[in-house]
């Protein structure tokens, strides 16, 4: 292994962005594939396979590869606010806001509250210092309450999840960040002047409020910006490259300006889905095909930045104890909000299974503070928020996966194409179909007709096996032609079968046989030819709608509990 590595040259390789890009896309598709295998979310697999190509294994991808990706990683975080903000239609506000807005708050500041208390105790207790104790946990309680939208988000859109509990952790995962910057804003002016007594408490809350206040004056401006363009553009390629110029935009005038990224494109999002419903529907769906491969390599450079060669004993400690004070933070408060809010039973017991992951907001906070407390608290803060990532990325695609199965949403956000992909030939072919024999006369059809909605009727051998298709406008042809009714046989009659799919088919490939059918019908048989049954297309319709219909009501099931 180490002359191969060797003979490869990994820093020449670094250097090489197409070879690095198609391992990781690559090896995170296998991996995806790998991991569904055991029921376990694709985001978890992307992020294995970065630790394993990232510095804790084999170097494969370093500092200096994730560091020159950064632009890339803005734009997949851009991209997942923009879709985020899709999610998040005022109608769905307007019903519940005063439940929202209980469990948002209970949900961030539960856990800033019982991290600060765990955090700074256990440090105490292990190295006597009050001052540094109480600043410790000050800054990891604030940004204990930041929720990771991309992990969460991915496990929502792979399961095709919607609902009252979709609905509302779309909303909180959005807008909780909001709440971890004040809280690091205030929690770092207050740490801040216990160690040094430089800035005001003033100037400190000051900064975030002028980074989410510009940030979201930048979403909502550029969000009816576009929506515009995207009216005014009948064509779906150009509203696609509209949108994703807009979303680069967005994130190049926040790096300029030093606001919150996610939040501006969010906040597009949410103006474009709400002014321009119809269109952006059709662009959000463009997205999600686009969006794969950028979120696969995104998670791959999550992954990659985990060092796990760093951690000791000590930090260990602080890692579990910030571990179990997060949760049980999250936990504890989405429980109580959603209880005092009255929320449905289904965000009351499965929305803080699906609060556990952090990313994005949090590495970024751990870095700031790393920056304004450069001491040992910065780089213990960094450590533990990195570990404790690497964690929680895992854990929490699966509690989430564990809670929209078991609240009922999973497979709810489907549209008719997706059940068609879905559906075989046996799910709605009947055996019971009518019968038609070559010297079978015109009465006898008549009569058949009478005892069956079918507007296809096969004609077969005395072997079962299908010579022909007689439709009801050709019986009315005939039936137009006075004195043949004891002339015309089925034989007459049918037209011959051009087309024919197996048992095992799939409805999209049924689908495909019919445009080249002249019929609108298909003959199902077995191995031996033998005919088992016919399928019309408006079988596969009302299938279908039957199942549309079966979901909707399951969602207003969901609503109404």
Same mark, same amino acid.
């Given at each position: 292994?180490?002359?191969?590595?060797?003979?490869? =040259?990994?820093? =020449?390789?670094?250097?090489?962005?197409?070879?690095?890009?198609?391992?990781? !896309?690559?090896?995170?598709?296998?991996?995806?594939?790998?991991?569904?295998?055991?029921?376990?979310?694709?985001?978890?697999?992307?992020?294995?396979?970065?630790?394993?190509?990232?510095?804790?294994?084999?170097?494969?991808?370093?500092?200096?590869?994730?560091?020159?990706?950064?632009?890339?990683?803005?734009?997949?975080?851009?991209?997942?606010?923009? %879709?985020?903000? &899709?999610? !998040?239609?005022?109608?769905?506000?307007?019903?519940?806001?005063?439940?929202?807005?209980? +469990?948002?708050?209970?949900?961030?500041?539960?856990?800033?509250?019982?991290?600060?208390?765990?955090?700074?105790?256990?440090?105490?207790?292990? $190295?006597?210092?009050?001052?540094?104790?109480?600043?410790?946990?000050?800054?990891?309680?604030?940004?204990?309450?930041?929720?990771?939208?991309?992990? $969460?988000?991915?496990? #929502?859109?792979?399961?095709?999840?919607?609902?009252?509990?979709?609905?509302?952790?779309? &909303?909180?995962?959005?807008?909780?960040?909001?709440?971890?910057?004040?809280?690091?804003?205030?929690?770092?002016?207050?740490?801040?002047?216990?160690?040094?007594?430089?800035?005001?408490?003033?100037?400190?809350?000051?900064?975030?409020?002028?980074?989410?206040?510009?940030?979201?004056?930048?979403?909502?401006?550029?969000?009816?910006?576009?929506?515009?363009? #995207?009216?005014?553009?009948?064509?779906?390629?150009?509203?696609?490259?509209?949108?994703?110029?807009?979303?680069?935009?967005?994130? &190049?005038?926040?790096?300029?300006?030093? *606001?919150?990224?996610?939040?501006?494109?969010?906040?597009? &999002?949410?103006?474009? $889905?709400?002014?321009?419903?119809?269109?952006?529907?059709?662009?959000?769906?463009?997205?999600?095909?686009?969006?794969?491969?950028?979120?696969?390599?995104?998670?791959?450079?999550?992954?990659?930045?985990? =060092?796990?060669?760093?951690?000791?004993?000590?930090?260990?400690?602080?890692?579990?104890?910030?571990? *179990?004070?997060?949760? !049980?933070?999250?936990?504890?408060?989405?429980?109580?909000?959603?209880?005092?809010?009255?929320?449905?039973? $289904?965000?009351?017991?499965?929305?803080?299974?699906?609060?556990?992951?952090?990313?994005?907001?949090?590495?970024?906070?751990?870095?700031?503070?790393?920056?304004?407390?450069?001491?040992? +608290?910065?780089?213990?803060?960094?450590?533990?928020?990195?570990?404790?990532?690497?964690?929680?990325?895992?854990?929490?695609?699966?509690?989430?996966?564990?809670?929209?199965?078991?609240?009922?949403?999973?497979?709810?956000?489907?549209?008719?194409?997706?059940?068609?992909?879905?559906?075989?030939?046996?799910?709605?072919?009947?055996?019971?179909?009518?019968?038609?024999?070559?010297?079978?006369?015109?009465?006898? +059809?008549?009569?058949?007709?009478?005892?069956?909605?079918?507007?296809?009727?096969?004609?077969?051998?005395?072997?079962?096996?299908?010579?022909?298709?007689?439709?009801?406008?050709?019986?009315?042809?005939?039936?137009?032609?006075?004195?043949?009714?004891?002339?015309?046989?089925?034989?007459? !009659?049918?037209?011959?079968?051009?087309?024919?799919?197996?048992?095992?088919?799939?409805?999209?490939?049924?689908?495909?046989?019919?445009?080249?059918?002249?019929?609108?019908?298909?003959?199902?048989?077995?191995?031996?030819?033998?005919?088992?049954?016919?399928?019309?297309?408006?079988?596969?319709?009302?299938?279908?709608? =039957?199942? %549309?219909?079966?979901?909707?009501?399951?969602? %207003?099931?969901?609503?109404?509990?």
């Amino acid at each position: 292994m180490e002359y191969l590595l060797s003979f490869i =040259n990994l820093s =020449n390789v670094h250097m090489n962005i197409l070879f690095l890009l198609g391992i990781a !896309l690559f090896g995170g598709t296998i991996g995806g594939r790998l991991f569904q295998h055991f029921k376990i979310p694709q985001v978890v697999s992307y992020i294995v396979i970065g630790i394993i190509l990232g510095e804790s294994f084999i170097n494969f991808i370093n500092k200096e590869v994730v560091n020159a990706f950064e632009p890339f990683s803005y734009f997949a975080l851009g991209l997942i606010g923009f %879709m985020i903000g &899709g999610e !998040l239609e005022f109608r769905h506000f307007k019903k519940s806001g005063k439940q929202f807005l209980y +469990i948002l708050l209970f949900e961030a500041i539960t856990p800033f509250f019982i991290v600060f208390i765990l955090i700074s105790t256990v440090s105490f207790l292990l $190295t006597g210092n009050f001052t540094n104790s109480i600043v410790f946990g000050l800054l990891l309680g604030s940004i204990s309450a930041a929720t990771a939208a991309a992990g $969460t988000t991915d496990v #929502l859109w792979e399961y095709k999840a919607k609902g009252p509990l979709t609905t509302t952790l779309l &909303g909180i995962i959005a807008l909780d960040d909001i709440l971890a910057l004040f809280l690091f804003a205030i929690s770092s002016s207050i740490s801040e002047s216990l160690i040094t007594k430089k800035n005001s408490l003033l100037i400190e809350i000051a900064l975030p409020v002028y980074e989410i206040s510009v940030a979201i004056l930048i979403g909502v401006v550029s969000g009816f910006l576009l929506a515009r363009f #995207l009216k005014r553009s009948p064509d779906e390629e150009k509203s696609l490259t509209f949108s994703i110029g807009g979303i680069l935009l967005v994130l &190049g005038l926040a790096l300029i300006l030093k *606001v919150d990224m996610i939040l501006a494109s969010m906040f597009m &999002g949410i103006i474009i $889905t709400n002014i321009a419903h119809f269109k952006s529907k059709h662009i959000f769906k463009l997205l999600e095909k686009f969006a794969p491969p950028i979120y696969i390599l995104f998670f791959v450079l999550v992954g990659a930045k985990l =060092n796990l060669s760093k951690l000791n004993v000590f930090i260990l400690i602080f890692i579990v104890v910030y571990l *179990v004070g997060r949760t !049980l933070g999250k936990m504890i408060g989405a429980n109580f909000g959603a209880k005092l809010s009255k929320a449905p039973k $289904t965000i009351q017991k499965f929305l803080s299974f699906c609060l556990f992951s952090q990313s994005g907001v949090a590495l970024g906070l751990s870095i700031l503070a790393s920056q304004k407390f450069p001491d040992s +608290i910065g780089n213990m803060i960094i450590l533990v928020i990195t570990s404790s990532t690497f964690v929680v990325q895992i854990i929490g695609p699966l509690f989430t996966k564990y809670a929209i199965h078991k609240s009922g949403e999973a497979g709810l956000n489907i549209t008719e194409e997706d059940i068609i992909k879905k559906m075989k030939v046996t799910d709605i072919i009947d055996q019971n179909f009518p019968k038609l024999y070559p010297n079978s006369t015109l009465k006898d +059809i008549i009569g058949l007709f009478g005892q069956y909605e079918n507007l296809y009727f096969p004609v077969i051998t005395e072997n079962n096996k299908i010579i022909g298709i007689i439709s009801v406008d050709r019986i009315k042809e005939m039936l137009q032609i006075s004195g043949v009714d004891d002339l015309l046989v089925a034989y007459d !009659l049918m037209d011959s079968i051009t087309v024919k799919a197996k048992i095992d088919s799939t409805l999209p490939e049924i689908n495909d046989l019919l445009k080249k059918s002249p019929l609108d019908c298909i003959p199902i048989i077995d191995d031996s030819e033998m005919l088992i049954s016919v399928i019309e297309s408006r079988h596969i319709k009302k299938a279908v709608a =039957n199942k %549309m219909f079966e979901l909707e009501n399951n969602l %207003m099931t969901l609503e109404k509990s």
